[in-house]
C-alpha cells in the first residue's frame, strides 16, 4: 500500500527534469539510476535531489547526463487499505433457481404457434392446456436450466429454459400503482417496451425504466388477468421471449407437477434439490377475458359505499381473438370489440348470501338498487365474462363496507333558529347557551340594554 500511494504521488507531483553536461572525469563511472545533488541557481534555490535515467558519453571528457527529479517517499502516506473479499475461483455447482409455473395463455400460444393453428387446435379440443414456466439466473456460470414435469408417473424432461430478466419489487404496490420501485434488478433498459411481465398472477406490460431511481413504469392487468395487490419481494419476470412450454397436451383437470433443474458445466441440480411447483389445467386458452376498467359509481376500488345509494357498476369490453397483434391493452385503457358470443355476470355477496345477481349482460352497465344492500356490513362484488359456457380465467372482485348516510349536517344558526339539511332518520340536537349575559349601554342620563327573561340586574352607582 506505501509502495503504490509513493508511486501515484511520484506519478500526479510536478518535477524537474533535463539534461547536463560536464567534464567532471568522476563522472564517468556514475550508473543509471544513480542519485546526484543538483544545483541551478537559475531554476531553483539550493540543491535537489536527482536520478540519472540515461548517460550519453561524448567525445573527449564530455559526458552528457539526462536527469529527472526524485520524489521522495513521505511519512504521511497511509498503510491502511481495504482489502477485497478474495474471489473464489472455484465453480460453483448448481443452485436452485427462481421460477414460475403456469397454464400457457392463449396470446401466448398465438405467438409460438399462430393463431390460425391455436385457434384450430381449440375447436378440435377446447379442454386443452399447456404447462410453461420461465426462470431467473441464480449464478452466472449456468447457461440455462432444464423444465421436468410429472402427471404421477415419473419426472421428465420436456425443454430448455432460457433465463429471463427479472426484478423485485422494492414495496408494496396497490390495484392501481402504474409506477413504483424495483430493487435487484437484471438489465431492464435492454427489454423491449411492451413485454409482459408476470409478477405472481398478473400480467403487466413494461412501459418505462429510469436506472438511476429504480422507479418501473408499466401498464396493469393485461390480457386475461385483473390488478392484484403485490407484498414487497415480489419477483417479475419479464416473460416474453423467456417462456418454455411443454408440448404434451393436458386436459382440464389435471395436476402438474413441475420443476427447472439448474445446468452448469460441472453438472445438472437433482430433482430433489428442487420443490415442485403444480399446475391445474383450467382451458385458459379458451376463456374469454374478464371485463376491465371495472368502476363503483365512477370510482375505482371503493373501500365502503353508503346504504342509501345504488350502486352503478360500469365496465369496458376486452376481445381474447382481436388482441393479438399491436399494443397490449392494460385493465385501465379503453374497451375494444366484444368477443363474438360474450355476456357478463355478476353477484353481490355479503356473509356468504347472494344479495344480487344478473346473467347473460350485454351492455356494459348494471345497476344495484340500494335496497339489496345491507347496513354496516361487508360486501364482495364479483363481475366476470362467459362464452359458450366459459367463464373468465380471472373474474374481477372487489370487497367494500356498506356505512349508513355519511352525509353531516350542515347548518346556519340565527338568533332565533338553526337551518340546515340532513337524511330524515337523522337526530339532530341543538345546544342552547343559557349563559347569556345582559348587554347595557350607558349614555350619561339613562341605561339601556338586553337580558335574557328573568335575569337580575344589577347596576352599582359609583360616587
Same mark, same amino acid.
Given at each position: 500500500?506505501?509502495?503504490?500511494?509513493?508511486?501515484?504521488?511520484?506519478?500526479?507531483?510536478?518535477?524537474?527534469?533535463?539534461?547536463?553536461? #560536464?567534464?567532471?572525469?568522476?563522472?564517468?563511472?556514475?550508473?543509471?539510476?544513480?542519485?546526484?545533488?543538483?544545483?541551478?541557481?537559475?531554476?531553483?534555490?539550493?540543491?535537489?535531489?536527482?536520478?540519472?535515467?540515461?548517460?550519453?558519453?561524448?567525445?573527449?571528457?564530455?559526458?552528457?547526463?539526462?536527469?529527472?527529479?526524485?520524489?521522495?517517499?513521505?511519512?504521511?502516506?497511509?498503510?491502511?487499505?481495504?482489502?477485497?473479499? &478474495?474471489?473464489?475461483?472455484?465453480?460453483?455447482?448448481?443452485?436452485?433457481?427462481?421460477?414460475?409455473?403456469?397454464?400457457?395463455?392463449?396470446?401466448?400460444?398465438?405467438?409460438?404457434?399462430?393463431?390460425?393453428?391455436?385457434?384450430?387446435?381449440?375447436?378440435?379440443?377446447?379442454?386443452?392446456?399447456?404447462?410453461? *414456466?420461465?426462470?431467473?439466473?441464480?449464478?452466472? @456460470?449456468?447457461?440455462?436450466?432444464?423444465?421436468?414435469?410429472?402427471?404421477?408417473?415419473?419426472?421428465?424432461?420436456?425443454?430448455?429454459?432460457?433465463?429471463?430478466?427479472?426484478?423485485?419489487?422494492?414495496?408494496?404496490?396497490?390495484?392501481?400503482? #402504474?409506477?413504483?420501485?424495483?430493487?435487484?434488478?437484471?438489465?431492464? +433498459?435492454?427489454?423491449?417496451?411492451?413485454?409482459?411481465?408476470?409478477?405472481?398472477?398478473?400480467?403487466?406490460?413494461?412501459?418505462?425504466?429510469?436506472?438511476?431511481?429504480?422507479?418501473? #413504469?408499466?401498464?396493469?392487468?393485461?390480457? +386475461?388477468?385483473?390488478?392484484?395487490?403485490?407484498?414487497?419481494?415480489?419477483?417479475?419476470?419479464?416473460?416474453? +421471449?423467456?417462456?418454455?412450454?411443454?408440448?404434451?397436451?393436458?386436459?382440464?383437470?389435471?395436476?402438474?407437477?413441475?420443476?427447472?433443474? #439448474?445446468?452448469?458445466?460441472?453438472?445438472?441440480?437433482?430433482?430433489?434439490?428442487?420443490?415442485?411447483?403444480?399446475?391445474?389445467?383450467?382451458?385458459?386458452?379458451?376463456? &374469454?377475458? &374478464?371485463?376491465?376498467?371495472?368502476?363503483?359509481?365512477?370510482?375505482?376500488? &371503493?373501500?365502503?359505499? *353508503?346504504?342509501?345509494?345504488?350502486? *352503478?357498476?360500469?365496465?369496458? +369490453?376486452?376481445?381474447?381473438?382481436?388482441?393479438?397483434?399491436?399494443?397490449?391493452?392494460?385493465?385501465?385503457?379503453?374497451?375494444?370489440?366484444?368477443?363474438?358470443? *360474450?355476456?357478463?355476470?355478476?353477484?353481490?355477496?355479503?356473509?356468504?348470501?347472494?344479495?344480487?345477481?344478473?346473467?347473460?349482460?350485454?351492455?356494459?352497465?348494471?345497476?344495484?338498487?340500494?335496497?339489496?344492500?345491507?347496513?354496516?356490513?361487508?360486501?364482495?362484488?364479483?363481475?366476470?365474462?362467459?362464452?359458450?359456457?366459459?367463464?373468465?380465467?380471472?373474474?374481477?372482485?372487489?370487497?367494500?363496507?356498506?356505512?349508513?348516510?355519511?352525509?353531516?349536517?350542515?347548518?346556519?344558526?340565527?338568533?332565533?333558529?338553526?337551518?340546515?339539511?340532513?337524511?330524515?332518520?337523522?337526530?339532530?340536537?341543538?345546544?342552547?347557551?343559557?349563559?347569556?349575559?345582559? @348587554?347595557?349601554?350607558?349614555?350619561?342620563?339613562?341605561?339601556?340594554?338586553?337580558?335574557?327573561?328573568?335575569?337580575?340586574?344589577?347596576?352599582?352607582?359609583?360616587?
Amino acid at each position: 500500500a506505501v509502495v503504490t500511494q509513493w508511486k501515484l504521488k511520484q506519478m500526479s507531483t510536478p518535477v524537474w527534469q533535463g539534461t547536463f553536461t #560536464t567534464g567532471f572525469y568522476e563522472a564517468r563511472k556514475w550508473n543509471r539510476y544513480d542519485l546526484l545533488r543538483l544545483e541551478w541557481p537559475r531554476k531553483w534555490a539550493g540543491t535537489i535531489l536527482v536520478r540519472i535515467m540515461k548517460i550519453n558519453l561524448g567525445t573527449g571528457t564530455d559526458v552528457s547526463i539526462d536527469f529527472v527529479e526524485v520524489v521522495p517517499y513521505s511519512s504521511d502516506l497511509s498503510s491502511s487499505i481495504v482489502i477485497d473479499t &478474495p474471489v473464489g475461483t472455484t465453480p460453483k455447482p448448481p443452485q436452485p433457481t427462481l421460477f414460475k409455473a403456469f397454464e400457457l395463455s392463449y396470446l401466448e400460444a398465438v405467438q409460438l404457434n399462430g393463431q390460425k393453428a391455436v385457434d384450430e387446435a381449440l375447436a378440435y379440443n377446447p379442454d386443452a392446456g399447456y404447462a410453461a *414456466v420461465i426462470a431467473q439466473r441464480s449464478q452466472t @456460470n449456468s447457461l440455462n436450466a432444464l423444465m421436468y414435469t410429472d402427471t404421477g408417473n415419473d419426472y421428465e424432461r420436456v425443454g430448455a429454459i432460457a433465463y429471463s430478466e427479472t426484478a423485485e419489487l422494492d414495496q408494496s404496490i396497490s390495484k392501481t400503482d #402504474t409506477a413504483f420501485i424495483v430493487k435487484q434488478a437484471g438489465d431492464i +433498459d435492454m427489454v423491449s417496451i411492451g413485454t409482459q411481465i408476470t409478477v405472481n398472477h398478473e400480467i403487466m406490460v413494461y412501459q418505462a425504466y429510469d436506472e438511476e431511481t429504480g422507479l418501473l #413504469t408499466v401498464k396493469r392487468g393485461a390480457l +386475461d388477468t385483473i390488478p392484484q395487490n403485490h407484498l414487497s419481494g415480489s419477483v417479475l419476470y419479464f416473460a416474453d +421471449d423467456f417462456i418454455t412450454v411443454d408440448p404434451a397436451e393436458y386436459v382440464t383437470g389435471e395436476i402438474i407437477n413441475v420443476k427447472t433443474l #439448474t445446468t452448469t458445466p460441472t453438472g445438472i441440480l437433482s430433482l430433489d434439490g428442487v420443490d415442485a411447483q403444480q399446475i391445474e389445467i383450467q382451458a385458459r386458452a379458451i376463456r &374469454p377475458y &374478464p371485463p376491465a376498467n371495472v368502476k363503483f359509481n365512477n370510482a375505482y376500488y &371503493p373501500e365502503s359505499l *353508503v346504504v342509501t345509494n345504488n350502486i *352503478v357498476l360500469t365496465w369496458v +369490453d376486452r376481445n381474447r381473438v382481436q388482441q393479438t397483434g399491436g399494443l397490449i391493452l392494460g385493465f385501465y385503457e379503453a374497451g375494444v370489440t366484444i368477443e363474438t358470443g *360474450v355476456t357478463y355476470s355478476y353477484e353481490l355477496i355479503s356473509d356468504g348470501v347472494v344479495l344480487d345477481s344478473g346473467s347473460n349482460i350485454t351492455a356494459n352497465t348494471i345497476t344495484i338498487p340500494s335496497s339489496a344492500l345491507l347496513r354496516s356490513q361487508p360486501h364482495t362484488l364479483k363481475l366476470w365474462s362467459v362464452r359458450d359456457g366459459y367463464s373468465s380465467y380471472q373474474i374481477f372482485e372487489h370487497a367494500f363496507l356498506v356505512e349508513s348516510a355519511s352525509l353531516i349536517l350542515t347548518a346556519t344558526a340565527t338568533k332565533s333558529q338553526v337551518s340546515g339539511n340532513t337524511v330524515p332518520a337523522a337526530n339532530i340536537t341543538v345546544n342552547v347557551d343559557e349563559s347569556l349575559t345582559a @348587554n347595557l349601554e350607558f349614555d350619561g342620563s339613562s341605561i339601556t340594554g338586553k337580558a335574557q327573561a328573568g335575569a337580575v340586574i344589577t347596576v352599582i352607582i359609583e360616587e
